[in-house]
């Protein structure tokens, strides 16, 4: 019987992935953090007020007045939820074209498959993803 002589590990090519451990770092390092310089980027893209900003991360506004006069970046959830609604800022601005509109339309109360959506809808992260997910059919011309 003839025997199968294997490549060894160290002579075979390496493979050109990014080894899983790596990939998680990177990723975290990304989702962990929202520093305030990014925070002021995105109120330049959604200018709401600051007592707004507060209602929408479920903060008071002292806390978030704090957080900017500290430079403290937001972790956790309000990363999360701030990292959710730079994506929807980005999405809107590139249908709106203008920030004033894009504002205007998310304080419009609207009624969007049997939910009404209007401004509140920001404060939760289920309701970003339902303003994303309309925003999406709006760019592809199946606005209901």
Known sequence: ????????????????IAEEPEV????????DMFPVERFQALSAKLPFTQ??????????DRTLHRYLK????????YAEHLYQLENMADLGLEIFGDAKAFEQW???????LGETQDFSTLRSFWGVKLICNELGRMEHGVYI
Not at 1 to 16: C, F, H, S
Not at 24 to 31: C, E, H, I, Q
Not at 70 to 77: P, Q, S, V
Request: neutral net charge.
């Open 51 to 60: 007592l707004e900003w507060a209602e929408i991360l479920h903060v008071s």
């Open 70 to 77: 500290e430079d403290k970046a937001f972790e956790g959830l």
């Open 1 to 16: 019987m003839k025997t199968i002589q294997y490549q060894k590990y160290d002579e075979v090519a390496p493979l050109r």
């Open 106 to 112: 998310l304080r419009t109360p609207r009624e969007v």
């Open 24 to 31: 998680l770092y990177v990723a975290r390092k990304t989702v």
